[in-house]
């Protein structure tokens, strides 16, 4: 397994983040983006969910 692959592993999968846009939305009354925004900017937000808030709000902002 080279060096790239390993990275690669470690970042979220397209079915991971959609179900992460979907429970943003909900928990956020449709506002996805800006919930993962929110989230982030709090402090007990863990180092693997702030990946997964990030690759959320990379989709969302390219939509």
Known sequence: ????DWFSSLAPSA???????WKLGVR????PLNGALQEL?????T??????LRACVQQLRAR
């Open 1 to 4: 397994m080279g060096l790239l």
């Open 15 to 21: 079915a991971e983040i959609r179900a992460e846009v």
């Open 28 to 31: 956020h009354r449709g506002e």
């Open 41 to 45: 900017r709090e402090a007990s937000v």
């Open 47 to 52: 180092p693997a969910r702030a990946v997964l």
